[in-house]
């Protein structure tokens, strides 16, 4: 019978330069297209590439022979493809799926075991009075009777240029501080992550550490290597306090994102602990024909901490949101985020040396 190589692609494009190399050179094992062989080739690809086996305490031995062991010489693509997917779902990673031209697979219970803690109607009627200015994946508005400024961010797979978002700092320039609301944001380029983080520095910041396979071993890993986050000089950049707002659909660059900024002295974070999501994603191919997305590449804050499983807010704990007030059009979170702002910004315009914007104002022909 034929035999078929599983390739190993990149599946995400990232500036930084230490993912030029992110699969080692070892030795090439071919399957059957069959049953057998297709599970073996998903089974042996996630084996030697995937990265979070030990922070996950998963036997991937045990399931190979458990799951193995259940095929049925008699079963249908369809039948092989939901087999295999409940064995992807071991992993517990919204970054593992598997793809054919039927269906996706894709784990949910990382967000779905969990209050959605949002509700986007609540705050565009009873926050916004459905007025706001939008852009680049962006809404947001002073709110001028509270005094504070508050920002949507729906997702990272867009973003507006640096002359928007100097905009819409700028705008909000006389506000105590910012609510940057990112709750169920899925997220998407991590480009957009650094382009953000830059206007809420002054100097060159370490981000993080990111690792990359060195060999088919479960523990054969990299040094962590240092990211850094650059300034946006030139343009607005705000020091004020800021509060990010986050849930647990906060995922991916998103949760990249609420990660860097809690690093920063400025910044707290309240609502939920994040989804998580913070490997960077590979693809491969099996005989088949299917894809397989995985975590590859382990990310890691400035404190060397895995974010795997989610970042914490640092203020009061774990929030949901009150359904009794929700029906009110109260969002208890954010109200709890701007009470936590007033708080902060006392303590900035009372110490020696309070935090401000720096900022000209911005230009505004694009």
Same mark, same amino acid.
């Given at each position: 019978?034929?035999?078929?190589?599983?390739?190993?692609?990149?599946?995400?494009?990232?500036?930084?330069?230490?993912?030029?190399?992110?699969?080692?050179?070892?030795?090439?094992?071919?399957?059957?297209?069959?049953?057998?062989?297709? #599970?073996?080739?998903?089974?042996?690809?996630?084996?030697?590439?995937?990265?979070?086996?030990?922070?996950?305490?998963?036997?991937?031995?045990? $399931?190979?022979?458990?799951?193995?062991? !259940? $095929?049925?010489?008699?079963?249908?693509?369809?039948?092989? #493809?939901?087999?295999?997917?409940?064995?992807?779902?071991?992993?517990?990673?919204?970054?593992?799926?598997?793809?054919?031209?039927?269906?996706?697979?894709?784990?949910?219970?990382?967000?779905?075991?969990?209050?959605?803690?949002?509700?986007?109607?609540?705050?565009?009627?009873?926050?916004?009075?459905?007025?706001?200015?939008?852009?680049?994946?962006?809404?947001?508005?002073?709110?001028?009777?509270?005094?504070?400024?508050?920002?949507?961010?729906?997702? =990272?797979?867009?973003?507006?240029?640096?002359? #928007?978002?100097?905009?819409?700092?700028? @705008?909000?320039?006389?506000?105590?501080?910012? $609510?940057?609301?990112?709750?169920?944001?899925?997220?998407?380029? $991590?480009?957009?992550?650094?382009?953000?983080?830059?206007?809420?520095?002054?100097?060159?910041?370490?981000?993080?550490?990111?690792?990359?396979?060195?060999?088919?071993?479960?523990?054969?890993?990299?040094? /962590?290597? /240092?990211?850094?986050?650059?300034?946006?000089?030139?343009?607005?950049?705000?020091?004020?306090?800021?509060?990010?707002?986050?849930?647990?659909?906060?995922? @991916?660059?998103?949760?990249?994102?609420?990660?860097?900024?809690?690093?920063?002295?400025?910044?707290?974070?309240?609502?939920?602990?994040?989804?998580?999501?913070?490997?960077? /994603?590979?693809?491969? !191919?099996?005989?088949?024909?299917?894809?397989?997305? #995985? @975590?590859?590449?382990?990310?890691?804050?400035?404190?060397?901490?895995?974010?795997?499983?989610?970042?914490?807010?640092?203020?009061?704990?774990?929030?949901?949101?009150?359904?009794?007030?929700?029906?009110?059009?109260?969002?208890?979170?954010?109200? =709890?985020?701007?009470?936590?702002?007033?708080?902060?910004?006392?303590?900035?315009?009372?110490?020696?040396?309070?935090?401000?914007?720096?900022?000209?104002? /911005?230009?505004?022909?694009?």
């Amino acid at each position: 019978m034929k035999k078929y190589i599983a390739r190993i692609l990149a599946g995400l494009a990232l500036t930084l330069p230490l993912l030029t190399a992110t699969t080692s050179c070892h030795h090439i094992e071919t399957w059957d297209n069959d049953l057998y062989g297709n #599970f073996d080739a998903l089974w042996t690809v996630l084996d030697e590439h995937y990265c979070f086996f030990a922070d996950k305490d998963v036997d991937w031995n045990e $399931i190979h022979r458990q799951y193995r062991a !259940e $095929i049925d010489p008699d079963w249908d693509q369809i039948q092989l #493809f939901d087999h295999c997917a409940k064995m992807l779902a071991e992993l517990r990673d919204g970054h593992t799926n598997l793809s054919s031209w039927f269906d996706i697979s894709y784990y949910r219970k990382w967000w779905s075991d969990y209050p959605q803690n949002f509700n986007e109607r609540l705050i565009e009627q009873y926050y916004l009075n459905f007025e706001w200015r939008s852009g680049g994946g962006f809404r947001y508005k002073y709110l001028t009777d509270r005094n504070v400024g508050y920002i949507r961010y729906s997702t =990272f797979s867009i973003c507006a240029s640096h002359s #928007f978002i100097d905009e819409m700092l700028y @705008s909000m320039k006389d506000a105590d501080g910012i $609510i940057i609301d990112v709750r169920d944001n899925g997220g998407g380029e $991590i480009d957009n992550v650094e382009k953000i983080v830059s206007h809420f520095i002054t100097e060159k910041t370490l981000g993080g550490y990111i690792q990359h396979k060195t060999g088919p071993g479960h523990n054969d890993f990299s040094e /962590p290597y /240092p990211f850094y986050y650059e300034s946006a000089t030139e343009h607005v950049r705000w020091l004020k306090p800021v509060i990010v707002l986050a849930n647990r659909s906060t995922f @991916s660059a998103a949760n990249n994102f609420v990660s860097a900024m809690k690093g920063l002295k400025q910044v707290a974070v309240v609502g939920a602990c994040t989804g998580g999501g913070s490997g960077m /994603p590979f693809s491969s !191919e099996i005989p088949c024909g299917w894809s397989v997305r #995985f @975590s590859a590449s382990p990310v890691y804050d400035a404190e060397m901490k895995l974010t795997e499983n989610g970042v914490e807010p640092t203020e009061g704990g774990a929030i949901d949101m009150d359904p009794e007030k929700e029906a009110e059009g109260i969002d208890t979170i954010l109200e =709890f985020a701007i009470e936590t702002l007033n708080r902060l910004a006392e303590k900035n315009n009372s110490s020696s040396t309070p935090a401000k914007i720096i900022a000209q104002t /911005p230009r505004r022909n694009g």
